[in-house]
């Protein structure tokens, strides 16, 4: 078994123990750290995600907003470039329709 597997499994496919090496690499790890309302009100137990200083219950998985959220295009500066494409939009929209019409009486 490598040090470097978590969950360790014999050929026949059943968990084996940790070795005490990795057992005592997991109580040495960082912790969550969060006052949360635990049973005894105590700060939480659970290993922090890495490079974060929350576990994934308190936090540590959040990644944020996704990238090109259009839900950030209701105010703000993005509201700005949202109303000069729907501006260039209406304008195409016009000179499409003035096309067309021009092509209609012609081919009268």
């Known amino acids: 078994m490598s040090v470097g597997s978590v969950s360790a ?11 005490d090496a990795e057992i005592a690499r997991m109580h040495a ?3 969550c750290g969060a006052r949360a309302r635990t ?3 105590q700060p939480c137990r659970n290993p922090a995600m890495k490079g974060k200083g929350r576990c994934r219950m308190h936090g540590g998985k959040n990644e944020g ?5 259009q839900n950030a295009l ?6 700005q470039k949202v109303l000069r494409e729907q501006r260039e939009i209406r304008n195409f929209m016009k000179w ?5 019409t021009a ?3 012609t081919a009268k």
């Not at 907003?65 to 959220?69: A, E, W």
């Open 9 to 19: 499994r014999s050929k026949s496919g059943r968990r084996t123990r940790p070795s």
């Open 29 to 31: 790890s960082p912790r």
């Open 39 to 41: 049973r005894d009100w």
């Open 65 to 69: 907003g996704k990238i090109g959220n």
């Open 74 to 79: 209701k105010h703000g500066r993005y509201r």
């Open 96 to 100: 499409c329709d003035g096309v067309l």
């Open 103 to 105: 092509l209609a009486l």
